[in-house]
């Protein structure tokens, strides 16, 4: 199994543009879990799916971010309108059960 | 409220020596605890996890113990090598509902030729 593959890797984009960060989870993992990892924060969860299902949205920061499942292998999450603060590293995760996640390489992003 | 904290931000320890990383957690109704490793520019890979039943697991070259009356975790890696420098974060989580991965701060761990 290739693991959690994410795309991109890298994003610049401005202040003001849609972002789109994309995951493939490992197939059969029934969870997937988005979190973002900053210096000062540290990995937060933003959000995570079962069964393709949003069980927990509360870490999302606020209506700028979303973030959709439309099948067991595909996850989007979508920054509108990004800001700088949104810079980060943001990770996807899948598992099997709510237990070990496995996590993908992260996308880096940097709003300028 | 849930937190997992870790005592010391950075490590360092000469290659073959053993280290530990320590670890506290807040939420006595916490029953798995897991240890990643970050290395620069990757995602955490888990390294290994203990269940609140036990107070010891042991993998390759990795000890954990769980203290569950002090609400310490710990990561020994014996005989380190230049392949161990990386984050290390503990992180814990509850089997039973739908409560999330919480992860601590990180500790930061250089080995020393």
């Known amino acids: 199994d290739a693991g959690v593959i994410q795309s991109p890797r890298h994003e610049v984009t401005e202040m003001g543009q849609e972002v789109t960060l994309r995951c493939k989870p490992i197939s059969g993992h029934d969870y997937l879990f988005w979190y973002r990892q900053t210096m000062m924060r540290g990995l937060e969860l933003l959000i995570y799916?079962?069964?393709?299902?949003?069980?927990?949205d509360s870490g999302m920061p606020e209506d700028r971010f979303s973030a959709k499942m439309p099948n067991a292998s595909f996850s989007t999450l979508k920054i509108q309108p990004s800001e700088p603060r949104d810079s980060a590293v943001y990770f996807c995760?899948?598992?099997?059960?709510?237990?070990?996640?496995?996590f993908g390489s992260g996308t880096q992003l940097s709003v300028l | 409220g849930e937190s997992v904290g870790l005592h010391l931000p950075t490590l360092s320890v000469q290659e073959g020596d053993n280290s530990i990383i320590n670890c506290a957690y807040s939420?006595?109704?916490?029953?798995?605890f897991i240890w990643y490793k970050q290395e620069s520019g990757k995602g955490p890979q888990f390294i290994i996890d203990i269940r609140s039943n036990m107070d010891k697991r042991q993998g390759q070259r990795v000890t954990v113990l769980l203290n569950k009356t002090v609400k310490h975790l710990s990561l020994q890696i014996a005989a380190t090598q230049p392949g161990d420098s990386a984050v290390y974060f503990c992180?814990?989580?509850?089997?039973?509902?739908?409560?999330?991965?919480?992860f601590g701060q990180g500790t930061r761990l250089t080995i020393n030729p």
């Open positions: 995760a899948s598992s099997p059960l709510n237990e070990k996640l496995f």
């Open positions: 939420n006595s109704a916490s029953d798995y």
């Open positions: 799916f079962n069964n393709n299902v949003p069980i927990d």
């Open positions: 992180a814990e989580n509850k089997i039973q509902g739908a409560q999330k991965l919480v």
